[in-house]
T-cell receptor, first 112, second 111 residues
Framework: DAKTTQPPSMDCAEGRAANLPCNHS???????VYWYRQIHSQGPQYIIH???NNETNEMASLIITEDRKSSTLILPHATLRDTAVYYC?????????????FGTGTRLQVML | SQTIHQWPATLVQPVGSPLSLECTVE??????LYWYRQAAGRGLQLLFY??????ISSEVPQNLSASRPQDRQFILSSKKLLLSDSGFYLC??????????FGDGTRLSIL
């Protein structure tokens, strides 16, 4: 499974964009990049995923470099409720099941 | 829409006691089901996954077992709990090409 590297923590002012980086230099051509977040004492929440192209949904944008060795999750207008641990994951498949390998993520603190 | 239920939300058990955690999914059929564990301050570790009734794959050797007696039911069990079994247990469902979605978890404390 491809491994990911994320900074352990980041701060962001409320209302500003939060840009969370992730390195996945060993990613394979058919592996997707997934982002989840976990608010304290809750289960992880799916945010967004992508293969090659940049993606955007109601929660965030995902920018993947052309060589696919890194990506950035963008929360365009961070709020206090976005304070959470953000996990960047490369998704591998085993037969008909897919496995998510979670690292330790980035703890994002949104401040007033 | 699909929903996933886990219970109980919290559990305190003595060392050596048995364990049964249940997870059920609604609104989908033949989902892939997963059990993860999260130790304090760490990332999630995949324990088991199942692609169908009676089909269980184990990711790490441990004191736990899993069963899938029905299509949308996934059970995590132990005959004798160890202190090291403490943690936050999460059930998830998903299909091959769809994101996995997680339940709210069970926080297990072993005394």
């Amino acid at each position: 499974d491809a491994k990911t590297t994320q900074p352990p923590s980041m701060d962001c002012a409320e209302g500003r964009a939060a840009n969370l980086p992730c390195n996945h230099s060993t990613i394979s051509g058919n592996e997707y990049v997934y982002w989840y977040r976990q608010i304290h004492s809750q289960g992880p929440q799916y945010i967004i995923h992508g293969l090659k192209n940049n993606e955007t949904n109601e929660m965030a944008s995902l920018i993947i470099t052309e060589d696919r060795k890194s990506s950035t999750l963008i929360l365009p207008h961070a709020t206090l409720r976005d304070t959470a641990v953000y996990y960047c994951i490369v998704r591998s498949y085993t037969g008909t099941a897919s496995k998510l390998t979670f690292g330790t993520g980035t703890r994002l603190q949104v401040m007033l | 829409s699909q929903t996933i239920h886990q219970w109980p939300a919290t559990l305190v058990q003595p060392v050596g006691s048995p364990l049964s955690l249940e997870c059920t999914v609604e609104g989908t059929s033949n989902p892939n089901l997963y059990w993860y564990r999260q130790a304090a301050g760490r990332g999630l570790q995949l324990l088991f996954y199942s692609v169908g009734i009676g089909q269980i794959s184990s990711e790490v050797p441990q004191n736990l077992s899993a069963s899938r007696p029905q299509d949308r039911q996934f059970i995590l069990s132990s005959k004798k709990l160890l202190l090291s079994d403490s943690g936050f247990y999460l059930c998830a469902w998903g299909d091959r090409n769809q994101p996995q979605h997680f339940g709210d978890g069970t926080r297990l404390s072993i005394l």
